[in-house]
Nanobody, 125 residues
């Protein structure tokens, strides 16, 4: 199973921007779905971005739509989450995931497959 390592989390002021990275141990071209989800202390997991079948379909929840963008570097086998206009409610640990076949029949990225240790994003003034 692919190993994923998230990085790039930081503390940022509201309205700021941040880009998270996810390094994969194998080619991301072979995966049917790639995504990001987040979890704040005491709260449930929330999917924030997903891409399916090489970009034929994408998903963003209303909470981040227009502010977050999932991008790929297929040469470096790296997944990115570009975040703009950050809000305090975006504070959470962010995780990336990858999956194939039936595991991609979901809009919940944590159901795609294994994820890494996550990276902390803190948004406050």
């Amino acid at each position: 199973q692919v190993q994923l390592v998230e990085s790039g989390g930081d503390s940022v002021q509201p309205g700021g921007s941040l880009t998270l990275s996810c390094a994969a141990s194998e080619s991301i071209r072979t995966y049917d779905c790639l995504g990001w989800f987040r979890q704040a202390p005491g709260q449930e997991r929330e999917g924030v971005a997903a891409i399916f079948h090489g970009g034929l379909r994408t998903y963003y929840p209303d909470s981040v739509k227009g502010r977050f963008a999932l991008t790929l570097d297929n040469v470096k086998n790296t997944l990115f989450l570009r975040m703009y206009s950050l809000k305090p409610e975006d504070t959470a640990v962010y995780y990336c995931t990858a999956g194939r076949a039936s595991s991609c029949n979901s809009t919940r990225p944590w159901e795609f497959g294994r994820w890494g240790q996550g990276t902390q994003v803190s948004v406050s003034s």
